[in-house]
T-cell receptor, first 108, second 113 residues
Framework: QKEVEQNSGPLSVPEGAIASLNCTYS??????FFWYRQYSGKSPELIMS????GDKEDGRFTAQLNKASQYVSLLIRDSQPSDSATYLC????????FGTGTRLQVFP | KAGVTQTPRYLIKTRGQQVTLSCSPI?????VSWYQQTPGQGLQFLFE???????NKGNFPGRFSGRQFSNSRSEMNVSTLELGDSALYLC????????????FGPGTRLTVL
């Protein structure tokens, strides 16, 4: 079992819709969770961090954490074509473990 | 505040050679982590340095090594290069270790011929 799992996609959503990205992790003691966005040919860019159960909102982005079910999700409201990228979920288990990423495509 | 910088941005080497990559963290950040990114394996953790000490290491052979200097700048070295070492090498810095947010540099694209 992979430590951090994500659906590779692509996830295709129309402009203006909500994109929902999901991630599950295997290490129950993990305490810190992150979402990164990576455009093709670029390095990952941190967009959200979440440390406690519940929702955390930042602009159009909402991260959701459920430690009991061991999943983290990222919602992107009012999706724009510029949101088209690969979204990486990362979980800190004494070192940062990344999922393989979900490719999001937002079409006009 | 300036971001994480990495040099060089691109490198072409041949099998058997060695290479040294450099990373300068964000000012005030004391932890530097290194990752290898390939299409097949994704982002994989190499090692983390804090206060000039390696505090964690991933599952890579001993050909991969690193160090950190007193100004928090870090270098990683790969000896006896293999074709499979071709990858994007990313450095990330954070204020501290243990669950802190990490910020990535632009990466060094290494091609081994």
């Amino acid at each position: 079992q992979k430590e951090v799992e994500q659906n590779s996609g692509p996830l295709s959503v129309p402009e203006g819709a909500i994109a929902s990205l999901n991630c599950t992790y295997s290490d129950r003691v993990s305490q810190s969770f992150f979402w990164y966005r990576q455009y093709s040919g670029k390095s990952p860019e941190l967009i959200m961090s979440i440390y406690s159960n519940g929702d955390k909102e930042d602009g159009r982005f909402t991260a959701q954490l459920n430690k009991a079910s061991q999943y983290v999700s990222l919602l992107i409201r009012d999706s724009q074509p510029s949101d088209s990228a690969t979204y990486l979920c990362a979980v800190d288990t004494d070192k940062l473990i990344f999922g393989t990423g979900t490719r999001l495509q937002v079409f006009p | 505040k300036a971001g994480v910088t990495q040099t060089p941005r691109y490198l072409i080497k041949t099998r058997g050679q060695q290479v040294t990559l450099s990373c300068s963290p964000i000012s005030g950040h004391r932890s530097v982590s290194w990752y290898q990114q390939t299409p097949g394996q994704g982002l994989q953790f190499l090692f983390e340095y804090f206060s000039e000490t390696q505090r964690n290491k991933g599952n890579f052979p001993g050909r991969f090594s690193g160090r950190q200097f007193s100004n928090s700048r870090s270098e990683m070295n790969v000896s006896t290069l293999e074709l499979g070492d071709s990858a994007l090498y990313l450095c990330a810095s954070s204020l501290d270790f243990g669950g802190n947010e990490q910020f990535f540099g632009p990466g060094t694209r290494l091609t081994v011929l």
